[in-house]
């Protein structure tokens, strides 16, 4: 069995999935490595993660003194690994992610498989009951549609639906919760994008992925249960900000030069008069 898949982890107030996860992780076919970067947890998260290095060399761990964000500790993650890792694919899992013993690996044959082109690919995201994650296959953020929309939600223009014809789905964009590409891939890109602090830099990988020719997409053969949300459920108003930061930024980055100026000033109000909704909105769901 080849064994060539970096597991990158990045963890915040982890502590009610970390175990799961490393466990399922360290018996996982193909990895290699598992670095896990902690961005400040105080919750018992870090005493877990050094049980797990303590009895398996190949869980090393970053202990960030505050938190830089998810893009940043991904890529501090990526950094660590020396050559000697013998790593030629990068698995970025979520804490919250739990994967089966053969996901990583199927992850890895089907892009091996993508006809020569470089490959950035997500799984078939479901939750505890088993019902499929619309996270799991998205499109650009469209903000056309937002703009028409006013209120709605944003998540709810950015689903694809879902084709089980085919067990690799080319879309968009995936979900960063489980993502898994070449490590040349990742590395010709520039990595995750650090000005991006949660939410949205998922979005932009994918983005630049496919402007680089290689293909983005869902392997809906390979089933993993992501108890979405795990992490942030405390800080509703922190992750509300970012999420909306992040879209902004993503417009900034990828859309403002090609809009006029009512456009780009139609967007940053309509982004930032959905933030105290959205802040409700997680307020009334803890």
Same mark, same amino acid.
């Given at each position: 069995?080849?064994? !060539?898949?970096?597991?990158?982890?990045?963890?915040?107030? +982890?502590?009610?999935?970390?175990?799961?996860?490393?466990?399922?992780?360290?018996?996982?076919?193909? /990895?290699?490595?598992?670095? =896990?970067?902690?961005?400040? +947890?105080?919750?018992?998260?870090?005493?877990?993660?050094?049980?797990?290095?303590?009895?398996?060399?190949?869980?090393?761990?970053?202990? @960030?003194?505050? @938190?830089? %964000?998810?893009?940043?500790?991904? @890529?501090?993650?990526?950094?660590?690994?020396?050559? $000697?890792?013998?790593?030629? *694919?990068?698995?970025? #899992?979520?804490?919250?992610?739990? =994967?089966?013993?053969?996901?990583?690996?199927?992850?890895?044959?089907?892009?091996?498989?993508?006809?020569?082109?470089?490959?950035?690919? %997500?799984?078939?995201? /479901?939750?505890?009951?088993? !019902?499929?994650?619309?996270?799991?296959?998205?499109?650009?953020?469209? &903000?056309?549609?937002?703009?028409?929309?006013?209120?709605?939600? $944003?998540?709810?223009?950015?689903?694809?639906?879902?084709? !089980? $014809? @085919?067990?690799?789905?080319?879309?968009?964009?995936? +979900?960063?919760?489980?993502?898994?590409? +070449?490590?040349?891939?990742?590395?010709?890109?520039?990595?995750? !994008?650090?000005?991006?602090?949660?939410?949205?830099?998922?979005?932009?990988?994918?983005?630049?992925?496919?402007?680089?020719?290689?293909?983005?997409?869902? $392997?809906?053969? =390979?089933?993993?249960?992501?108890?979405?949300?795990?992490?942030?459920?405390?800080?509703?108003?922190? =992750?509300? *900000?970012?999420?909306?930061?992040?879209?902004?930024?993503?417009?900034?980055? &990828?859309?403002?030069?090609?809009? %006029?100026?009512? #456009?780009?000033?139609?967007?940053?109000?309509?982004? *930032?008069?959905?933030?105290?909704?959205?802040?409700?909105?997680?307020?009334?769901?803890?």
């Amino acid at each position: 069995m080849t064994h !060539d898949i970096a597991a990158i982890v990045v963890s915040y107030s +982890s502590a009610e999935t970390i175990d799961e996860c490393l466990l399922r992780l360290r018996a996982a076919h193909g /990895v290699c490595a598992i670095r =896990v970067v902690d961005n400040g +947890s105080d919750d018992g998260t870090m005493e877990i993660v050094q049980r797990h290095a303590t009895h398996d060399p190949r869980v090393r761990f970053i202990a @960030n003194p505050d @938190n830089p %964000g998810f893009a940043a500790a991904c @890529n501090q993650g990526a950094a660590d690994l020396a050559d $000697a890792d013998r790593a030629c *694919w990068l698995a970025f #899992v979520n804490p919250d992610c739990l =994967v089966e013993i053969d996901s990583l690996a199927r992850l890895r044959a089907h892009a091996t498989e993508a006809g020569g082109r470089e490959a950035l690919l %997500g799984a078939d995201l /479901v939750d505890e009951a088993g !019902d499929r994650d619309t996270a799991a296959r998205r499109r650009d953020p469209d &903000f056309g549609s937002m703009l028409a929309g006013l209120l709605r939600p $944003a998540a709810t223009q950015l689903g694809v639906a879902i084709d !089980d $014809a @085919n067990a690799l789905q080319p879309v968009e964009a995936v +979900s960063g919760a489980l993502m898994l590409a +070449s490590r040349a891939l990742f590395e010709a890109i520039g990595g995750f !994008d650090t000005g991006y602090r949660l939410h949205a830099e998922d979005l932009d990988l994918c983005r630049r992925a496919r402007e680089a020719g290689a293909l983005v997409a869902v $392997a809906n053969d =390979v089933r993993v249960v992501h108890l979405r949300g795990v992490s942030s459920r405390s800080r509703p108003l922190f =992750v509300e *900000w970012h999420k909306h930061r992040g879209l902004w930024r993503y417009f900034r980055k &990828f859309e403002a030069g090609r809009r %006029g100026v009512p #456009v780009c000033a139609g967007v940053f109000t309509v982004i *930032w008069l959905r933030f105290p909704l959205a802040v409700l909105r997680a307020w009334l769901r803890r």
